[in-house]
């Protein structure tokens, strides 16, 4: 990839959200295989680390409309500057990465007019439920599953708008936006379904892209308590959270929850409900971040929940404790599904298990044994996970670069 011009389009360009974090992994990347690279986004923080001379970063505005179905047909303005930046440097691919469902068409048709390679990195695989994919009782319904979003529609998951909406930009994004993607990087074989049910016909399995420090020259000390580290939303686990507080009151827990704004009025009220606990066997601190504290109480934790039960792509509370070689409890989702295996190097259970979910707390907590089989699978899963040679044949592949033997089946 030497000497080849890319431009990232990512939605986030910053640490502190995943998505931003896989476009920063992506671009070091590049930047090692000699690539020049011009990252183009709406956010992009002052976490956003200075990559030198080779790199350059663009703030700007995409499309917007109330209406995603019809965001192709809005906000030229941002698609001009889009094409001024095409004319000037004339990259050969242009990757939209770590996206939601939909990329703006008028990007995507800019970009294939300057005759350039698009390939897309999608972080969700599953629609967007007002039925919060009934993580009330910690389990979830399979109707999206896959893209599925025509039984979402069916059975009624959400109000009528909602559902109209979702029918009418899945169908344009994928009948007219799909034909002009040239690849598309896939984590796990939930993806590559997904995918295929849009019509995109190549799928390339990629790793997610690591690149955090673990602080692994750093003592450790165990301490006793489990470790929740993640966005405070329902089908994140939340739901779940608080029936481990409620139900399993020997064990000891520090939840350091990224609240979003429309999420603050459930967190607080989540905290009242859990208040009683609070500062007996549970710590909550929305405050610490990962470089604020955050790595040490990670590197010092018994064991890691992971109570997500949303099919993502951007893994990284997966990474992060495998990278410390720590127990994980989580539920078989995504990307789960292909890595993890139950008693090897997680305890796994499926969507909607509560009681088996605590069990795996309660075995975790109290059986050294099995915490050090654990401890040992997570690490040897990290090393496989994190392989940056996986990574770079990977994008050499979907940028069409060189033939590589990555494929989908080997990740």
């Not at 360009?13 to 974090?21: D, P, V």
């Not at 020049?36 to 976490?47: K, L």
């Not at 929850?257 to 601190?285: C, M, Q, S, W």
Request: with cysteine; hydrophobic share 40%; charged share 25%.
């Amino acid at each position: 990839m030497k000497n080849e011009h890319v431009f990232v389009v990512a939605d986030e360009f910053c640490t502190t959200a995943s998505g931003g974090r896989v476009a920063q992994c992506v671009v070091r990347h590049l930047l090692e295989s000699g690539a020049y690279v011009t990252v183009i986004s709406p956010v992009v923080r002052d976490d956003a680390p200075d990559y030198a001379d080779h790199c350059r970063l663009t703030i700007m505005r995409q499309p917007q409309c109330a209406i995603p179905a019809l965001q192709h047909l809005v906000s030229f303005e941002p698609v001009n500057e889009f094409e001024k930046l095409l004319a000037e440097h004339r990259p050969s691919v242009v990757h939209f990465c770590s996206l939601g469902y939909h990329v703006s068409r008028l990007l995507l048709q800019t970009a294939k007019r300057y005759g350039a390679r698009i390939v897309t990195q999608y972080f969700v695989h599953s629609a967007e439920c007002a039925r919060q994919m009934n993580c009330l009782t910690a389990g979830a319904c399979n109707r999206c599953s896959g893209g599925n979003f025509y039984n979402a529609i069916r059975y009624g998951c959400g109000p009528w708008k909602t559902r109209a909406v979702q029918a009418v930009s899945r169908y344009l994004h994928w009948k007219l936006d799909v034909p002009l993607i040239d690849a598309a990087l896939s984590t796990c074989s939930e993806m590559d379904k997904w995918l295929e049910g849009m019509g995109v016909k190549n799928i390339v399995r990629c790793p997610l892209p690591y690149a955090h420090p673990t602080s692994a020259s750093e003592e450790v000390e165990e301490g006793d308590y489990f470790l929740f580290s993640g966005q405070f939303r329902p089908e994140k686990g939340s739901r779940v959270l608080e029936r481990v507080i409620q139900e399993a009151r020997d064990i000891k827990l520090v939840i350091l929850p990224l609240v979003p704004a429309h999420r603050k009025t459930e967190y607080d009220g989540f905290v009242n409900r859990v208040r009683p606990f609070i500062g007996k066997n549970i710590v909550i601190d929305e405050r610490v971040r990962w470089n604020t504290g955050g790595d040490k109480i990670a590197r010092n934790c018994r064991a890691v929940l992971l109570p997500s039960v949303w099919p993502t792509s951007t893994e990284y509370t997966l990474l992060e404790a495998l990278s410390m070689s720590k127990p994980i409890v989580a539920f078989n989702v995504g990307v789960h599904k292909d890595v993890l295996v139950h008693e090897s190097n997680a305890m796994v259970y499926e969507i909607g298990d509560f009681n088996g979910y605590l069990e795996g707390i309660h075995r975790v907590q109290n059986d050294a044994l099995l915490r050090n089989k654990l401890s040992e699978g997570a690490r040897n899963l990290f090393q496989f996970m994190t392989d940056r040679r996986r990574v770079f044949d990977a994008l050499k592949q979907a940028y069409g670069f060189e033939e590589s033997s990555t494929c989908r089946k080997s990740a």
